[in-house]
């Protein structure tokens, strides 16, 4: 008997687990086209190619088929090859990755940005450090936080703190009970992807002052996409220069991959010299690095993308709105549709693709809360008005196939 033998079944019972709570994941497995996004192929059962829109990408801007952005990467790969061939330390730092890092930096007012191999490294690498840092720490972390920030608050082995999802009371009460002298840290992000809502920044900075807090801001779902220049949410709200570390991804708005911290110069070289997720690993292809410097670099001069953005979700939101569906009604372009239970919403996302080549992947848990199982849809300035009918066509005919009701969610 072959150890694998010995163990399938326990294999097999977490898989089934997972089958029978109706949260068994389903890749799709696409074909992307450069110039036809959010046109799409899918490969059914790898056997049948069919057409298909995609309305659940993160490709937000659809930066990931720019010409401009592509080219870059051509020409970088072209110039220096595939790989970096190191860690930053040994032999992995570029001209890309250093005039990448010095973008980042400027696109936040910061003196210094770091860049990391994915948004979520960057989260987990530097909320883990912290705490080498600041011995004591006491982090305050937002009981909706992406996964990677609870990660990266587990590994930091110090005290944590979840407060109650943009509560500022709970906020405030718990920061109250920690001793004055203490070293602190909020741990919070701008949109949250999941529930299409936002912050209240000013006055988690303000508390932060208050309490001696430094402040910890994800802006992944909001980089490229918000502020006069894509410097995310805080920027829109000139809240930039009260944040103590904004990190961000390249992996969404700026269509490539990666993830960064941008924060003044003595934070960035503690972090550098610190941090595990940063020190050991291969640092990004050089070619990735000059194809986000390129889309970031783009998204700062662009702002009538981000209008048109906003523009095609307020669209959908205005069309779910006036037939009734029970969607999030947020400030954000996340607009995602609450069906409440995991195997109708894997139902309906197969009747959806199946039936009308619409693709919006199932979210179930544990990436939102079990019963809150939804379709998120994250219209790009791609997605045309009439992609936006033929999307109401089929959500109509599959509202009425599974009797669901038509409500607002407030
Ligand atoms: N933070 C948040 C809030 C996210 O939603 C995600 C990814 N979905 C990440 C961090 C991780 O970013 P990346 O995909 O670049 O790893």
Redesign the pocket.
Known sequence: MTNVTRYRDQFQAAVDTVRQEGRYRIFRDIRRKKGAFPRATWFKDNLEEKNITVWCS?DYLGMGQNDCVVEAVKSAVDAAGTGSGGTRNISGTTRYHVQLEEELADLHDKSASLVFT????A?EAALSTMSKILPGLHILSDEMN?A??ISGIRNARTHKHIFKHNNLADLEAKLKAIPADAPKLIAF?SVY?MDADIAPIAEICDLADKYNALTYI?E??AVGMYGPRGGGVSEQRGLMDRIDIIQG????AYGM???YIAADKVIVDAIRSLASGFIFTTSIPPSTAAGALRSVRILKITPEVRSQHQERANSLKARFRAAGYPFIDGDTHIVPLMIGDPVKCQAISDRLIEGYGIYAQPINYPTVPRGTERLRFTPSPFHSDVMLDELMSALSQVWAEFELPREKVA
């Open positions: 993160n994915s948004g979520y490294v989260n992406h990677s920030m992000e992807s994800d992944v779902h991804t390249l992996a969404k991959i990666g993830g």
